[in-house]
T-cell receptor, first 117, second 114 residues
């Protein structure tokens, strides 16, 4: 079946640095990918919708200058957490919808755990 | 507005017992419904989905769910719990003609007691 891969799975960085997380669709083209943030023991919060070749659509309350999203190809979207701070520590998950229309399922990456010291 | 409610953030069952995880939705139009499972420090994996075909949907690992329009529910069941079923389960809704928007419930943590 369709596979979505994220890298890195874990990253630790110092406060003030920037971190890039990659999300790849391995065997299908994804014109749209989604970035979620998950706090411990909580559900997924949609951060933004990444559109290939155009600007990402951010959910209300998500800082677009803080969380930079680039979707340069049909198989790759990147999330860059700029000037990271400890409160940005979280589990970030990407997903891509496989298939046409509204019935296609979302395939999720393995997630990336960010720890900001 | 649409929402997904999962009753019971934590459910514990004995190994071999019935698993029942509840999901109710609110939507002005019939939605598409999904159940996902998440193991620790991993992404989500699709268990099953309902997309307006048969109301009783069978998924992987022996799970199934029934869409009940009158009750606006899509509860997940498994006749006999296995230790490997211990995980976090999320119900999700996707609305027709809304593009790719998914709405997730808050999740239910399943513990299986030996």
């Amino acid at each position: 079946g369709a596979v979505v891969s994220q890298h890195p799975s874990r990253v630790i960085c110092k406060s003030g640095t920037s971190v890039k997380i990659e999300c790849r669709s391995l065997d299908f083209q994804a014109t749209t990918m989604f970035w979620y943030r998950q706090f411990p023991k909580q559900s997924l919060m949609l951060m933004a919708t990444s559109n290939e070749g155009s600007k990402a659509t951010y959910e209300q309350g998500v800082e677009k200058d803080k969380f930079l999203i680039n979707h340069a190809s049909l198989t790759l979207s990147t999330l860059t957490v700029t000037s990271a701070h400890p409160e940005d520590s979280s589990f970030y998950i990407c997903s891509a919808r496989f298939g046409q229309g509204d019935t296609g399922e979302l395939f999720f990456g393995e997630g990336s755990r960010l720890t900001v010291l | 507005a649409q929402s997904v409610t999962q009753l019971g953030s934590h459910v514990s069952v004995s190994e071999g017992a019935l698993v029942l995880l509840r999901c109710n939705y609110s939507s002005s139009v019939p939605p598409y419904l999904f159940w996902y499972v998440q193991y620790p420090n991993q992404g989500l994996q699709l268990l099953l989905k309902y997309t307006s075909a048969a109301t009783l949907v069978k998924g992987i690992n022996g799970f199934e769910a029934e869409f009940k329009k009158s009750e606006t529910s899509f509860h997940l069941t498994k006749p006999s719990a296995h230790m490997s079923d211990a995980a976090e389960y999320f119900c999700a809704v996707s609305l027709p003609n809304t593009g790719n928007q998914f709405y997730f419930g808050t999740g239910t943590s399943l513990t299986v007691i030996p």
